[in-house]
């Protein structure tokens, strides 16, 4: 397994910009081989942003590499950044294999 996450700052005021964005783009990850789920994660809020991340569950590193280079990645991700800014920098990308899973 292999759990691939980006956080964003995003800026207070543009919080319901970027949560509808999220909500009602078509992400394409039903499409993908070895896609397992996504969650979009809402954290704490801090002076000047609050924080999320976007949280993705996959069957292998080599199945979330092959979406990162597939059509439906591009399909997902056209248009990124032609909106108004609503973060404050990119999205900080952090992967992790998933070493120990304990289950209810």
Known sequence: MFIATNRFRVIPT???AF???W???DSHLKDVPGFVTF???KGPEREDHILYSSFTLW???DAFEAWTRSDQFRKAHA???QAKPTTIGPPQFEG???LQTISA
Do not use: I, Q
Request: aromatic share 4%; glycine share 10%; no cysteine.
């Open 39 to 41: 969650h979009l994660l």
């Open 23 to 25: 909500k009602t783009r």
């Open 96 to 98: 992790f294999e998933v």
């Open 79 to 81: 248009g990124a950044g």
């Open 19 to 21: 949560e509808e964005r």
């Open 14 to 16: 543009e919080a319901e």
């Open 59 to 61: 069957a292998s590193k």
